[in-house]
């Protein structure tokens, strides 16, 4: 497959990654502060809204998407200048991309467009649910590994 192919490719594949993942970790989180207040949620109820949750995946998956491509483009300008290992960058790039547009929204509209990123932990697991998704994408978009 050829690079024109596996970026696209790669970046349509992190974002999805990231998005359904962040979402389960932002649904279990708003679950964790219900039962911090001692509501009960029983197991049915909490897959249900994990289920339900996936939703918000079209506008989260664009939203990510977008976050991606400004950060996977800064990657890779990174490790072209700076040198390092490509996965790391674009572990790195996802990460900071997805927890500093959430923190420029909040900052800007004053709003957290996430319930499960109001806390601290909730906003560093949408930070994992980004690195997840830049490690998918430094594996699908790089150059493929030849057989000898």
């Not at 949620?41 to 998956?61: N, Q, Y």
């Amino acid at each position: 497959m050829s690079s024109f192919i596996r970026k696209p490719v790669g970046l349509i594949a992190a974002a999805l990654t990231a998005s359904i993942i962040g979402s389960v970790f932002s649904t279990q989180s708003v679950i964790a502060s219900l039962q911090s207040i001692d509501v009960e949620v029983p197991l049915a109820t909490r897959l249900s809204m994990t289920v339900g949750d996936f939703a918000i995946l079209p506008m989260l998956g664009g939203l990510t998407a977008i976050c991606f491509v400004v950060g996977f483009t800064v990657a890779a300008l990174c490790r072209r200048f700076l040198g390092g290992d490509r996965t790391a960058w674009y572990v790195i790039a996802g990460a900071s991309a997805l927890i500093s547009t959430l923190l420029i929204m909040k900052a800007v509209l004053l709003i957290t467009p996430i319930a499960g990123t109001r806390t601290l932990l909730g906003l560093l697991s949408f930070g994992l649910a980004g690195a997840i998704g830049g490690w998918v994408f430094a594996k699908i978009s790089g150059q493929p590994e030849r057989v000898q």
